[in-house]
């Protein structure tokens, strides 16, 4: 996902550290009191997308994070996630046109700092024709 632009929305590209593990490719997105979201076109040429979320170990302990993913709209897969855990996912995606994130603050201590959720390793699943034709869209 992250060899993607996003079509709306903010979360950065990047390397980090969830529950002690580092990943080299993951979306990072702020946690806000109201609810952020980041959209991507992948015009129905993907199986499946699979990822890693919790806090970015790089963010303050004590805070808590809701997370969602939807396809064309429709909830996949949601979660909360707190400092030091790490949550697989891995959803069907296959017949979706635009994949979404949204992430939101719902704990935050006076003294933390605003935490980074992390997507680490999103990765889209689909035959190497689609997949090479979703890059390729990409790339025009």
């Known amino acids: 996902l992250t060899a993607l632009d996003p079509i709306e929305g903010g979360c950065r590209q990047g390397g980090t550290s969830v529950n002690g593990t580092d990943f080299d490719a993951a979306l990072l997105c702020s946690a806000r009191s109201e609810a952020t979201s980041t959209e991507w076109l992948i015009d129905r040429k993907v199986r499946r997308f699979e990822t890693t979320v919790g806090i970015s170990d790089e963010s303050e302990p004590g805070s808590v994070v809701g997370w969602a993913v939807y ?3 429709n909830l996949l897969v949601e979660g909360t996630s707190r400092y030091g855990e790490a949550t697989p996912v891995a ?6 046109l635009r994949l979404r994130v949204d992430t939101v603050l719902l704990e935050q201590p006076d003294d933390v700092s605003r935490p980074e959720v992390a997507f680490a390793q999103p990765l889209l699943v689909g035959g190497p024709d689609e997949i090479d034709a979703l890059l390729a869209d990409a790339d025009r």
């Open 71 to 73: 396809g064309d709209g």
């Open 91 to 96: 959803v069907e995606v296959g017949g979706v």
